[in-house]
Every structure is written in structure tokens, then in C-alpha cells.
């Protein structure tokens, strides 16, 4: 789970629908407030956060997130607007793992937030995903049944990535809408069951992992 705090509502939505592109879950918050009241109950991968924000700005909840014991740990890179040295280093200097100058592509976020889980000990178990006789390489984006690549759109992958990450976790069509196709769309879900089904036809028998819960959605089994 990656935890997104930005003020800019607009920023803000693509930076989730990228990470849900991407195979990440992740929440957005447009305040601190917001952010340390989820903290109580929940506990993120990383957290991307922005500097300018009203209240309390960036730098202020870098501190008090280093300062708690409870989430001294959690990976945080600083995003802003703001890109003086001064600015980087302060940053840095408190704990930050990395740093992001506004204005900056989602690729290279991704990318960043990659590398960050990767030197904490949290991104290798992302890289290599196997089910049966299916593999999926997260970096290189190939997918192979007994050693036989595999073409896929970008959505059949993500769907594809979506259930490989979580086993026998339940989907709905809803969730799945929401996190392939982004908050926004205003499709379908028969979108889902169509891209679904083309990607069972494209794993050959490994696609029956791809079970379907009556009345609910899908998920992927052994």
C-alpha cells in the first residue's frame, strides 16, 4: 500500500491511478491530518509526500513521522514545486529516502517508488510472481506459460498482475474497474468479464487459476 498525501486533487487522482496501473494499492490524503488519522489502523509500503500543503506542510509531518517509533521505518519520498538544493537536502537530511521536483512524470515516480522499496528490503518479492506453470517478471513485463512468452495488452496485464500479487483474494468487477481502468471511468463492468475472458484464452489451461465467484467477481488460484 502506498500512501499519497497531496492537496492538488487533480495530481492527486493521477498519481493513484498510476500506482493502481502500476499493481499498487495505494490511498490518497490531502492533509497531514488526514494522513496520521489512517496511521492509526494502517501502515504503508511508502509514503509520497508533498512539501507545500496547508496546515502543516511536508516537513513538519516528516518529523513527526521520524519521530514516532511506530513509523520512524516507513520509506518517504518529499515531493514539491520547490526545487531549491536547500530544499532537497533539508529534506533528506530529516529522513527522506528520496526526492521528486515538481513538475515530474508518473514514470519516473513509479520508478523512484521501485527503487525506494527495493533498497528497503520491500521490492524484490514484486519482481518475480509464479502460479502454476505461469511466470510474470514485473521489471521486464513478460509473461510466460511453461516458458512460452505471452502477449498482453497493458489491462490484461495489469489484471493479470493484480490477481498474481494477491492469491486467492476476491476481486469485484467494481474494485477491479476502479483500479485497472482508473476512479473515473464511466464504462461498464462488463468491460472486466471481456477482458477476463480474453485473458484466459491467452494463458492457454493456465488461465483456469482465473476462477470466477458467482455474483461477485473473480480471483486467482493455485
Known sequence: MIFCVEDDSSALGLMIYTLHAAGYDA?????????????????????????????????????????????????????????????????????????????????????????????????????????GNLELNSETYAVSVRGERIQLTLKEY????IFMENPGQVFTRDQLMERIWGMDYTGETRTVDVHVGTLRMKLKECGNHIKTIRGVGYCLED
Open 27 to 131: 490511498k490518497g490524503f490531502g492533509s497531514g491530518q488526514e494522513l496520521f488519522a489512517t496511521l492509526l489502523t494502517e501502515r504503508p509500503q511508502l509514503i509520497l509526500l508533498d512539501i507545500m500543503l496547508p496546515g502543516e506542510d511536508g516537513i513538519a509531518i516528516l518529523k513527526k513521522l521520524k519521530a514516532k517509533r511506530e513509523t520512524a521505518e516507513i520509506p518517504v519520498i518529499m515531493a514539491s514545486a520547490k526545487g531549491t538544493e536547500y530544499d532537497k537536502v533539508r529534506g533528506l537530511d530529516l529522513g527522506a529516502d528520496d526526492y521528486l521536483a515538481k513538475p515530474f512524470g508518473m514514470m519516473e515516480m513509479i520508478s523512484r517508488i521501485r527503487a525506494v522499496l527495493r533498497r528497503a528490503g520491500q521490492g524484490e518479492k514484486r519482481k518475480l510472481l509464479h502460479t
Open 158 to 161: 495489469n489484471l493479470l498482475y
